[in-house]
């Protein structure tokens, strides 16, 4: 092993505002201290209960992926496991996500963008 995930950081517009819509998603800390990181205006931290630490920074001419757009690439996605699907997805919706695939094919897993318009989905447990 040549190293562990310390953070996975995500680019945005509003660094607070994203680690805000996370935590409410998640659980968690924003902010928390933490010697890795110094937080501002420009970098903002979620930890999470499980431990997962996300990152959030500013990036001023930030332009969000356009799913599934191969032009404007997702660039990556993160997938959160839930127990019910309809419920997770009242509370992702009024948290401000966006659906971007809503699985009406039967599948276990749909597609949403957050705020910032990076991809996330909710899969079945």
């Known amino acids: 092993m040549i190293a562990d995930l310390q953070c996975v950081v ?8 994203l680690a805000e819509f996370y935590r409410s998603v998640l ?18 931290t979620l930890h999470t209960p499980s431990g997962l630490v996300l990152a959030f920074q500013r990036s001023a001419d930030y332009r969000p992926p356009r799913w599934p757009d191969p032009a404007h690439p997702q ?11 309809e419920r997770a997805q009242e509370q992702v919706l009024a ?20 705020p910032a318009g990076h991809p996330l989905c909710l899969v079945r447990r």
């Open 10 to 17: 995500l680019d945005c517009p509003d660094p607070a505002g």
């Open 27 to 44: 659980g968690g800390t924003v902010n928390q201290q933490d010697r890795r990181w110094s937080v501002d205006e420009d970098w903002a």
């Open 75 to 85: 660039q990556f996605h993160l997938d959160f496991g839930v127990a019910d699907l």
């Open 95 to 114: 948290l401000g996500a966006t659906v971007l695939d809503d699985g009406s094919e039967g599948r276990g897993w749909r597609v949403y963008a957050d």
